[in-house]
Every structure is written in C-alpha cells, then in structure tokens.
T-cell receptor
Framework: RKEVEQDPGPFNVPEGATVAFNCTYS??????FFWYRQDCRKEPKLLMS???SGNEDGRFTAQLNRASQYISLLIRDSKLSDSATYLC?????????????FGDGTTLTVKP | NAGVTQTPKFQVLKTGQSMTLQCAQD?????MSWYRQDPGMGLRLIHY???????DQGEVPNGYNVSRSTTEDFPLRLLSAAPSQTSVYFC?????????????FGDGTRLSIL
C-alpha cells in the first residue's frame, strides 16, 4: 500500500461546478499536510497548507481528518484556469528532518 | 527574485555517461531536496540536505550522489546514467527542516538517457 493515495481521476467538470478530492495517508505519525498544484509537468506550486481546524482560501477549502487519516480539497465555482493536477503532500519528522511524501496526483479538467 | 534555479532545463545522455544537475537557491533556506517525477506519478525523494555539509538519502537514492558545500547550492550527480533514470528532476528548498513549511521548487530538468 502506498503511503499517500489519491484518486487519479480524471475529474471532468463544467465551469461553476463544485468538486472535491480526497487523499488518504497511512502513517499516523504524519504531521504536516499540503496541497500543491502542478500544470502540465511544470514545477509543483503550493496551493494551500492544511490545518487541523480546516482552512479556506477563496474558493478553496482544505480539511484534515486525523482519525480517519485523510485530507480533502474542495473547489467551489470551478474556473477553466483550475484545470491542473493536484498533489497531496504529507510530511513526517524522520531523524533529522521532515520527509515529504507526494501522492500521484488527481487530474482536474474544467470545461466551458 | 530568482528563488530556486535549476540547470540545465533539458539534457540527453547516453547510457554510462555521468553528469551533474545544478540547483541553487537565494532564499537562505537550510533544507534542500531532489525529487524525480516519472509519467503519471508523484514526486519521489532522491536525496535531501538539512544544511551545509549534511546530506541524507531519500526514497530512491541509488545511482545518485549529492553534496552540500554551501547553503545556496545542492548539485545532484548521476554516476553512470541508465535508461531507468529518464525522468523529470525537481530541486526544492524550504525554510524549515521540520517539514512544516512548504517547499519551493525549481523549473525542473528534463533528462533523457538513451
């Protein structure tokens, strides 16, 4: 079993739709969680950190469920520009540094 | 504002050749790392460093060497290139070594081994 698992999709949604992605992680010692966005094999860019109490940034909402070991990303009012691959990242402290494990990504295509 | 700079952006090698991928950051970050990304997959950690003179192995270190002589630079060396090392390589840096701060990525190096 992979340490971080995501539904690869693809998710094809119309503009204006609400879409949600889940990401599960297997190591209960995981401490930090992030969502990154990656366009067409360009470099990943931070979308948002995920906090225990949940957090929102405009149309994007991230949630963390430690008991069930998953994080989620909700995108409201989807835009064409939201089309990308969304990477879930889970970090745990290991000996002298945090080690980040990336999910394989969920592909989103927003259509007119 | 350069951030993380990787060179070269593209490279084609023959099997058995060696080369060094360069990575430099100007944000005074202590933590730097190298990842590879294969088609349809997420990023896998090759090596990382928590400061000058300190490096450690990640998930897929075989066939690669790193060194960290300065805070700014973290080169990745392929010792004897193999077709299985064809991939996109990303260098990243972070303010915190604890993993609770996001990483900043370079543009990537697209490497093909023939």
């Amino acid at each position: 079993r992979k340490e971080v698992e995501q539904d690869p999709g693809p998710f094809n949604v119309p503009e204006g739709a609400t879409v949600a992605f889940n990401c599960t992680y297997s190591n209960s010692a995981s401490q930090s969680f992030f969502w990154y966005r990656q366009d067409c094999r360009k470099e990943p860019k931070l979308l948002m950190s995920v906090y225990s109490s949940g957090n929102e940034d405009g149309r994007f909402t991230a949630q963390l469920n430690r008991a069930s070991q998953y994080i989620s990303l909700l995108i409201r009012d989807s835009k064409l520009s939201d089309s990308a691959t969304y990477l879930c990242v889970v970090t745990r402290l290991n000996t002298n540094a945090g080690k980040s494990t990336f999910g394989d990504g969920t592909t989103l295509t927003v259509k007119p | 504002n350069a951030g993380v700079t990787q060179t070269p952006k593209f490279q084609v090698l023959k099997t058995g050749q060696s080369m060094t991928l360069q990575c430099a950051q100007d944000m005074n970050h202590e933590y730097m790392s190298w990842y590879r990304q294969d088609p349809g997959m997420g990023l896998r950690l090759i090596h990382y460093s928590v400061g000058a003179g300190i490096t450690d192995q990640g998930e897929v270190p075989n066939g690669y060497n790193v060194s960290r002589s300065t805070t700014e630079d973290f080169p990745l060396r392929l010792l004897s290139a193999a077709p299985s090392q064809t991939s996109v390589y990303f260098c990243a840096s972070s303010y915190s070594m604890a993993g609770n701060q996001p990483q900043h990525f370079g543009d990537g190096t697209r490497l093909s081994i023939l």
